[in-house]
């Protein structure tokens, strides 16, 4: 079983930054895609950006050119450096990663839910104007 945990979240004001960490209990387990997502009160999850094993990475329109995701593989921890931050950026954030027990026929580490089953618990992240 792997286990995620989140971090960093809090309250900053509109163009302020956060950077989110997520620690994976055991990469051994994963594929090594890993992904962001993020929920807001009355939305569904929703995909923010992915990494995979050699650090390709992708991102949704929303976040392009503010975001940034990366890893330290030997930390085993995925981050997210989130600039420029806009009030539609709240919401809870999550982190996730694909492991070999899913069959999935798609891109291997898409921007999208669909791959990913197993998830932290979330960090909440408020951006005020």
């Known amino acids: 079983q792997v286990q995620l945990q989140e971090s960093g979240g809090g309250s900053v004001q509109s163009g302020g930054s956060l950077r989110l960490s997520c620690t994976v209990s055991?990469?051994?387990?994963?594929?090594?895609?890993m992904g962001w997502f993020r929920q807001s009160p009355g939305k569904g999850r929703e995909a923010v950006a992915s990494?995979?094993?050699?650090?390709?990475?992708g991102y949704t329109d929303a976040v392009k050119g503010r975001f940034t995701i990366s890893q330290d593989i030997a930390k085993k921890t995925v981050y997210v450096d989130m600039l420029w931050l806009k009030p539609e950026d709240t919401a809870m954030y999550y982190c996730?990663?694909?492991?070999?027990?899913?069959?999935?026929?798609?891109?291997?580490?898409?921007?999208?839910?669909?791959?990913?089953?197993?998830w932290g618990q979330g960090t909440q992240v408020t951006v005020s104007s």
């Open positions: 990494i995979d094993s050699v650090g390709s990475t």
């Open positions: 996730a990663t694909r492991g070999y027990d899913v069959s999935w026929y798609g891109p291997p580490c898409p921007v999208e839910r669909g791959p990913f089953n197993y």
């Open positions: 055991d990469y051994t387990y994963t594929t090594g895609c």
